[in-house]
């Protein structure tokens, strides 16, 4: 009697090791699951800005997929995860998509696949600018580009480390005119430098334009052009190639909101993620999931039964 006793509480410590063991590695397997969904599936994201207001507020907190799919199904509306230059993020909604068109109106409106668009609060197309939003393969050539798109230009060649400079001269039509009248002449209430010339922003460059123009006889307009080249070899620079897909991100809030009306194209490199969803809709995202698991485990019960 004592032996059969013996053998059954050694069975029982045997299979009570084995059930904790079997607890121990389920949570470790559920901390490792959960460790790689922060770090590689899911985010949660608390905004430091108010530039999606109103559809989000600064400090809310919103959930971002970093997974490669969710950038791959991107589409114009969505709302992205984005990091600069400078290695700051910012959260944007994609108003264009890599081959598309984009036009902005001097009065505010913008206008992407024969939808048109009122913005409020539009301070930066001080005249009316068409764009296009390169994809990965599509060859830029330099000339053809207008003075937005070559700023954006400026970027890509920047983010893809070519080596340039460029030569900067002043026209009338066929007459070039002395860069020195530039220098001359004021942004706001400060003098402009001839050293910055090359890389002002074309909304200066382009109030520039108008301040020859006013000073110069004649009806033809005036305009800064700009030539690149290579700093290796001092060829001129034609064109360039689109290495990635770029999209054309916004702020809800258009004042005083960098977006890509100032920073330019964001490249697919620079997309960190998605948006899912926000810390107020958590509970029913949770009861969709819910909802899932509930019918994947009735299949599962069903063709157990089946069997």
């Not at 969505?78 to 902005?104: C, H, S, Y």
Request: net charge positive; glycine share 4%; hydrophobic share 40%.
């Amino acid at each position: 009697m004592a032996s059969l006793r013996h053998i059954v509480n050694k069975r029982q410590l045997r299979n009570s090791k084995a059930f904790i063991f079997f607890l121990v590695f389920l949570l470790v397997l559920f901390f490792a699951a959960a460790l790689y969904g922060r770090f590689y599936v899911l985010e949660p994201l608390r905004l430091s800005d108010s530039a999606m207001y109103p559809k989000f507020k600064e400090d809310d907190v919103v959930w971002i997929c970093k997974l490669p799919r969710c950038i791959d199904e991107l589409k114009v509306g969505d709302i992205v995860w984005a990091r600069q230059k400078n290695r700051e993020t910012l959260v944007r909604r994609v108003l264009a998509m890599p081959g598309d068109k984009v036009k902005f109106y001097n009065n505010g409106k913008v206008r992407v696949k024969n939808k048109t668009k009122q913005l409020e609060d539009e301070e930066v197309f001080i005249e009316t600018r068409k764009i296009d939003v390169p994809k990965k393969g599509d060859t830029l050539y330099m000339s053809k580009l207008n003075d937005v798109e070559q700023d954006y230009a400026i970027n890509i060649m920047m983010e893809q480390g070519i080596p340039f400079y460029i030569k900067t001269s002043l026209w009338q039509g066929e007459r070039e005119l002395p860069l020195d009248m530039l220098g001359a002449l004021k942004l706001g209430n400060r003098q402009v430098s001839l050293k910055e010339v090359d890389l002002l922003p074309w909304q200066d460059r382009y109030l520039l334009e108008l301040q020859v123009f006013q000073r110069e006889i004649g009806s033809t307009p005036v305009k800064i052009k700009r030539e690149f080249y290579n700093k290796t070899d001092s060829s001129r620079i034609e064109k360039i190639v689109a290495q990635e897909d770029y999209y054309f991100v916004i702020s809800e809030k258009l004042k005083h909101a960098p977006d890509s009306r100032e920073l330019g194209f964001f490249s697919k490199s620079q997309l960190l993620g998605r948006y899912v969803y926000s810390h107020r809709h958590i509970p029913k995202v949770a009861g969709d999931y819910l909802d899932k698991i509930t019918a994947f485990l009735k299949d599962v019960l069903d063709l157990s039964s089946a069997n």
